[in-house]
Nanobody, 115 residues
Framework: QVQLVESGGGLVQPGGSLRLSCAAS????????MGWYRQAPGKQRELVAR???????NYADSVKGRFTISRDNAKKMVYLQMNSLKPEDTAVYYC?????????WGQGTQVTVSS
């Protein structure tokens, strides 16, 4: 059984910052790769960032240098720190877990970047 609950979304001005949180109810949390995806209206869901069980990270080119993914295994939490936000970052952001190639997502949280 997997439950992922995102929080922290909202309205922010261009250039601003936001931190998303994901609470994961998963056994053996520390061994799984966790990630953040996003989906804007009319677009495919895309991978934004991921972090492996060993702490290695990967980022989409569009967010590299602006976003930081992190995890707290003791708390079973995943975070996405988003800085220098742009209007094109507007999307529903989803927390994900990869269990042996099977991906699951939470319900999503809306991020809107607008002046």
């Amino acid at each position: 059984q997997v439950q992922l609950v995102e929080s922290g979304g909202g309205l922010v001005q261009p250039g601003g910052s936001l931190r998303l949180s994901c609470a994961a109810s998963i056994n053996f949390f520390s061994i799984y790769s966790m990630g953040w995806y996003r989906q804007a209206p009319g677009k495919q869901r895309e991978l934004v960032a991921r972090i492996g069980g060993g702490g290695n990270t990967n980022y989409a080119d569009s967010v590299k240098g602006r976003f930081t993914i992190s995890r707290d295994n003791a708390k079973k939490m995943v975070y996405l720190q988003m800085n220098s936000l742009k209007p094109e970052d507007t999307a529903v952001y989803y927390c994900s877990v990869d269990r042996s190639g099977v991906l699951s997502w939470g319900q999503g949280t809306q991020v809107t970047v607008s002046s």
